[in-house]
C-alpha cells in the first residue's frame, strides 16, 4: 500500500464546475499537507499549505484535512480552463523526506 | 527573492554516458532534495542534502549520486545512462527549522532524455 494514494484522473469538467481533488493517506503522524499545481513541462509550484485538520481557504482554493479519516482534499471554485494542470497531494511528518500522491490530471473545458 | 533554479533545461544522452544535473536552491534554504518524474511512476524521491551532507535516500541504484556544495547549491549525477532514465528531473529546496524540512519548493526540471 502507498503511503499516499491519490487517483490520477483524468478529471474533466466544464468551466465554472466546482471540482474535487483528493487523497487518502495511511500514517497517522503525518502532521502537514501540501497541494502542487503542476503544468504541463514546467516544476511542480505550492499551492496550497496546511498544519492539522480543517479548512483553509485561498480565493478560488480550499484545502481541506480529515485527520480522524485521513482523508485530504483540494475544492476549487469556479474553475477556468487556466486550471488544466496536474495536481499532486504531499505529505511528511516533520522530518526529512515528503512523499507525493501521484498526482491528478484535471481538464477544464471552455 | 529567485526561485529554485536548474541547469541545463534540456539533455540528450545516449546509453551508457553519464551526466550530471545542477540546482541553485533559493537563497537562504540550506535542504535540496532531488526527484525523478516519469509518466508512469510519478515523483520518486532520490535524496535529500542539508548542510553538505545527505540526510536520507530514496530507492534508486547506486549510478544516482548527488553532493551539496557550501553554498548550498547541489549537484546529481547519473552514470551508465539506461534508457529508463529518461525522465523529468527536478530539484526541491526548503528551510531547515529545529532541524527538520520545511515546505519544499520545485525548480523547474531538467529534461533527460536517453537514446
Known amino acids: 500500500q502507498k503511503e499516499v494514494e491519490q487517483d490520477p484522473g483524468p478529471l474533466s469538467v466544464p468551466e465554472g464546475a466546482i471540482v474535487s481533488l483528493n487523497c487518502t493517506y495511511s500514517n497517522s503522524a503525518f502532521q502537514y499537507f501540501m497541494w502542487y499545481r503542476q503544468y504541463s513541462r514546467k516544476g511542480p509550484e505550492l499551492l496550497m499549505y496546511t498544519y492539522s485538520s480543517g479548512n483553509k481557504e485561498d480565493g478560488r482554493f480550499t484545502a481541506q484535512v480529515d485527520k480522524s479519516s485521513k482523508y485530504i482534499s483540494l475544492f476549487i471554485r469556479d474553475s477556468q480552463p487556466s486550471d488544466s494542470a496536474t495536481y499532486l497531494c504531499?505529505?511528511?511528518?516533520?522530518?526529512?523526506?515528503?512523499?507525493f500522491g501521484a498526482g491528478t490530471r484535471l481538464f477544464v473545458k471552455a | 527573492k529567485a526561485g529554485v533554479t536548474q541547469t541545463p533545461r534540456y539533455l540528450i544522452k545516449t546509453r551508457g554516458q553519464q551526466v550530471t544535473l545542477s540546482c541553485s536552491p533559493i537563497s537562504g534554504h540550506r535542504s535540496v532534495s532531488w526527484y525523478q518524474q516519469t509518466p508512469g511512476q510519478g515523483l520518486q524521491f532520490l535524496f535529500e542534502y542539508f548542510s553538505e551532507t545527505q540526510r536520507n535516500k530514496g530507492n534508486f541504484p547506486g549510478r544516482f549520486s548527488g553532493r551539496q556544495f557550501s553554498n548550498s547549491r547541489s549537484e546529481m549525477n547519473v552514470s551508465t545512462l539506461e534508457l529508463g532514465d529518461s525522465a523529468l528531473y527536478l530539484c526541491?529546496?526548503?528551510?531547515?527549522?529545529?532541524?527538520?524540512?520545511?515546505?519544499?519548493?520545485f525548480g523547474p526540471g531538467t529534461r533527460l532524455t536517453v537514446l
Open positions: 526541491a529546496s526548503s528551510l531547515v527549522t529545529g532541524g527538520q524540512t520545511d515546505t519544499q519548493y
Open positions: 504531499a505529505t511528511y511528518t516533520g522530518g526529512f523526506k515528503t512523499i
